[in-house]
Nanobody, 126 residues
Framework: QVQLVESGGGLVQAGDSLRLSCAASTRTLSNYVMGWFRQAPGKEREFVSAISRSGYTTMYADSVKGRFTIFRDNAKNTVSLEMNSLKSEDTADYYC???????????????????WGQGTQVTVSS
């Protein structure tokens, strides 16, 4: 069974940075469109960022544009999310997800992703 494993979450202060990473032991992530989503307590899961299989195309939610960067490290078989200038409203559980291998387009919709990690918690104190 394919597993996506997130790491890098933690407790930071507003203005700090964190890097989240998503790894897979049984899947070559460069063959899949990958996305990051987050879910705050009492809220629905929302799109954060996505990256194409080549890594050349990326997409961001307006709320994180200019502060977050998604990128691939194919040598490590990871997809990471560099988060800068963190705000209290970034507090959430963060999940990485992959689209089916047959789907080449990046998407903001959680329903378009079929494999999900367990999540990593990010808490930003103000």
């Amino acid at each position: 069974q394919v597993q996506l494993v997130e790491s890098g979450g933690g407790l930071v202060q507003a203005g700090d940075s964190l890097r989240l990473s998503c790894a897979a032991s049984t899947r070559t992530l460069s063959n899949y469109v990958m996305g990051w989503f987050r879910q705050a307590p009492g809220k629905e899961r929302e799109f954060v960022s996505a990256i194409s299989r080549s890594g050349y195309t990326t997409m961001y939610a307006d709320s994180v544009k200019g502060r977050f960067t998604i990128f691939r490290d194919n040598a490590k078989n990871t997809v990471s999310l560099e988060m800068n200038s963190l705000k209290s409203e970034d507090t959430a559980d963060y999940y990485c997800a992959s689209r089916p291998s047959s789907s080449p387009l990046i998407s903001r919709a959680p329903s378009m992703y079929d494999t999900w990690g367990q999540g990593t918690q990010v808490t930003v104190s103000s």
